[in-house]
């Protein structure tokens, strides 16, 4: 093979690896479900502020796990990654804190007139899910001692689904509101589509959990794989929740009578889901987990987002 056509391909792995181990990704994913759901919910967009904000917070957070205690002999080639761009990885973490604490400064003297104006449910729901969030870590100290969401394997792939459900399904609702001063309430709509996205985050962690049997099983963390094996886990586990996401769209279908074309643009998502699902039946690298589990949430955003388009120029 030509040696500029070599160089090429090293650079663009090195560009793949460094965005999707670099936890870039995420942050895209998170940016791209939170203008998904404020369409599906009949809202304008929020501020550039607040998905600039949304996407260092994701990418600082999942930074997080990976930035101790890693090795460049360790077995997992993401951790490995880590551990031989330290340094990059340490710049990027400093930035992204720079990014939140100016970008939050920032929506807070702009907007906070308003913000003091919502009632205490709505900060409660504000605090929820980083509360779980940093539950998720865990908290070590001598008063509480040590406690993680993380270890509890079989709840680990709901806490994240979870999460990341609020995050990018209540979040862009709720700042709206109260960076305008109006009155948080959400519609049965939003219940539906918060249930829609918790189910398909937390189908995608268990996928995800195949990846970490070999680790998980050696640090006695009972996810669904350890405990029931890969074969039951698809067949009794992942294919049976993915089938109950399309019974929740089915259910968000009747309730909005949606037309044709949007039906069929929101399937197409929960029926690569089910393939990909499948597809976990034979060994996969990091980074097909990575590039293409993780890619499920920018696809479902993608074509949610085509959909609410093509309804509105319906």
Same mark, same amino acid.
């Given at each position: 093979?030509?040696?500029?056509?070599?160089r090429?391909f090293s650079?663009d792995n090195?560009l793949?690896e460094f965005?999707?181990y670099?936890?870039?990704?995420?942050?895209?994913?998170?940016?791209?479900?939170?203008?998904e759901?404020?369409?599906?919910?009949?809202?304008?967009?929020?501020?550039?502020?607040f998905?600039?904000?949304v996407f260092c917070?994701t990418?600082?957070?999942?930074?997080?796990?990976?930035?101790?205690? *890693?090795s460049a002999?360790?077995i997992?080639?993401?951790?490995?990654?880590?551990?031989?761009?330290?340094s990059?990885? %340490?710049?990027?973490? +400093?930035?992204?804190?720079?990014?939140?604490l100016g970008?939050?400064c920032g929506?807070?003297?702009?907007?906070y007139?308003?913000?003091?104006?919502?009632?205490v449910?709505e900060?409660?729901?504000?605090l929820l899910?980083?509360?779980?969030?940093?539950?998720?870590y865990?908290?070590?100290?001598?008063l509480?001692?040590r406690y993680s969401?993380?270890? %509890?394997?079989w709840l680990k792939?709901?806490?994240?689904g979870?999460? +990341?459900a609020?995050?990018v399904?209540?979040?862009?609702?709720?700042?709206?509101?109260?960076?305008?001063?109006?009155?948080?309430?959400?519609?049965n709509?939003?219940?539906f589509?918060?249930l829609?996205?918790f189910?398909f985050?937390?189908?995608l962690?268990?996928?995800?959990?195949? %990846?970490?049997?070999a680790?998980?099983y050696?640090?006695?963390?009972n996810?669904?794989?350890?405990k029931?094996?890969?074969?039951?886990?698809i067949?009794? *586990?992942? @294919?049976?929740?993915?089938?109950?996401s399309?019974?929740?769209?089915?259910?968000?279908v009747?309730?909005?009578?949606l037309?044709p074309l949007r039906?069929?643009?929101?399937?197409?998502?929960?029926? @690569?889901?089910?393939?990909?699902?499948?597809?976990m039946?034979l060994?996969?690298?990091?980074l097909?987990?990575?590039?293409v589990?993780?890619?499920?949430?920018?696809v479902?955003a993608?074509?949610?987002?085509?959909?609410?388009?093509?309804?509105?120029?319906?």
């Amino acid at each position: 093979m030509d040696k500029a056509v070599m160089r090429s391909f090293s650079t663009d792995n090195r560009l793949i690896e460094f965005i999707f181990y670099g936890n870039y990704f995420y942050g895209l994913c998170t940016v791209a479900l939170c203008i998904e759901s404020s369409l599906q919910q009949s809202l304008p967009l929020n501020t550039p502020l607040f998905y600039l904000l949304v996407f260092c917070t994701t990418v600082m957070y999942y930074t997080k796990a990976y930035t101790t205690d *890693v090795s460049a002999d360790a077995i997992n080639k993401r951790t490995r990654w880590y551990a031989l761009h330290r340094s990059t990885v %340490k710049t990027s973490q +400093w930035l992204m804190l720079l990014l939140t604490l100016g970008l939050g400064c920032g929506i807070f003297w702009t907007d906070y007139q308003n913000i003091f104006k919502a009632d205490v449910w709505e900060w409660a729901l504000l605090l929820l899910f980083p509360c779980v969030a940093g539950l998720y870590y865990g908290v070590n100290s001598r008063l509480f001692g040590r406690y993680s969401l993380r270890d %509890k394997g079989w709840l680990k792939p709901f806490v994240i689904g979870f999460t +990341w459900a609020g995050f990018v399904t209540v979040y862009p609702v709720l700042y709206y509101c109260m960076s305008r001063g109006l009155a948080y309430q959400p519609p049965n709509l939003s219940l539906f589509l918060f249930l829609k996205n918790f189910i398909f985050i937390t189908i995608l962690c268990i996928m995800f959990d195949i %990846k970490d049997y070999a680790s998980d099983y050696h640090q006695h963390v009972n996810t669904f794989v350890v405990k029931l094996g890969l074969r039951r886990t698809i067949f009794y *586990v992942l @294919l049976p929740i993915t089938l109950l996401s399309l019974v929740t769209f089915v259910i968000f279908v009747l309730y909005e009578h949606l037309y044709p074309l949007r039906i069929l643009l929101n399937t197409i998502p929960i029926i @690569l889901l089910f393939f990909v699902g499948y597809s976990m039946r034979l060994r996969r690298s990091t980074l097909y987990y990575l590039v293409v589990v993780d890619g499920m949430m920018l696809v479902k955003a993608a074509f949610g987002i085509l959909a609410m388009l093509l309804s509105y120029s319906a």
